[in-house]
């Protein structure tokens, strides 16, 4: 079992929906958790990031993590076509330097 | 401020040769952690530097090395190379100790023929 589980997608919907991407992990040792934004051929961009529990937005990006269930979530809203990309959960706190990933959920956004 | 930079952006190799891939961090980012991309195993983290230090490293084979220089600027090298190390490695930098939050480049795409 991976030790951050992201469900791959694919994912589609309609331009203005609100998208909601989710990871579970088991290692209860992670205190940061990051959601990073991938284009195809490019690298990780850092959208948001969080410490512990609790919530934090930042324009139409919402994120929160519950460590009592394991869950983080992330929350777009008003979605557009430029948000078509695999967006990526990153958790650490448990060695230096080393972010583990989920596998990433690609998303597409349709006119 | 210039973001993390990699060099080469793409590379083809055969099998058994060795490769050196480049990594320049943000000006002031003192950390850098290397990961390697594929379509079935997803950002694996393979090691990480700081102040010219190995201070981790993921579970990877030793042909896979690394190292980093007094301006941070850090190289990893892949010897004998198999095809199943075609892959995106990518590069990312951090502040300092301690700090979490990483910041990556555009990697480089190595394909092994």
């Known amino acids: 079992q991976k030790e951050v589980e992201q469900d791959p997608g694919p994912l589609s919907v309609p331009e203005g929906a609100i998208v909601s991407l989710n990871c579970t992990y088991s290692n209860s040792a992670f205190q940061y958790f990051m959601w990073y934004r991938q284009y195809s051929r490019k690298g990780p961009e850092l959208l948001m990031y969080t410490y512990s529990s609790g919530n934090k937005e930042d324009g139409r990006f919402t994120a929160q993590v519950d460590k009592s269930s394991k869950y983080i979530s992330l929350f777009i809203r008003d979605s557009q076509p430029s948000d078509s990309a695999t967006y990526l959960c990153?958790?650490?706190?448990?060695?230096?330097?080393?972010?583990?990933f989920g596998q990433g959920t690609i998303l597409t956004v349709h006119p | 401020k210039a973001g993390v930079t990699q060099t080469p952006r793409y590379l083809i190799k055969t099998r058994g040769q060795q490769v050196t891939l480049s990594c320049s961090p943000i000006s002031g980012h003192r950390s850098v952690s290397w990961y390697q991309q594929t379509p079935g195993q997803g950002l694996q983290f393979l090691f990480e530097?700081?102040?010219?230090?190995?201070?981790n490293k993921g579970n990877f084979p030793g042909r896979f090395s690394g190292r980093q220089f007094s301006n941070s600027r850090s190289e990893m090298n892949v010897s004998t190379l198999e095809l199943g190390d075609s892959a995106l490695y990518l590069c990312?930098?951090?502040?300092?100790?301690?700090?979490?939050?990483?910041?990556f480049g555009p990697g480089t795409r190595l394909l092994v023929l």
């Open positions: 990153a958790m650490s706190g448990t060695s230096y330097g080393k972010l583990t």
């Open positions: 530097y700081f102040s010219e230090t190995q201070r």
């Open positions: 990312a930098s951090s502040l300092a100790a301690g700090e979490e939050t990483q910041y």
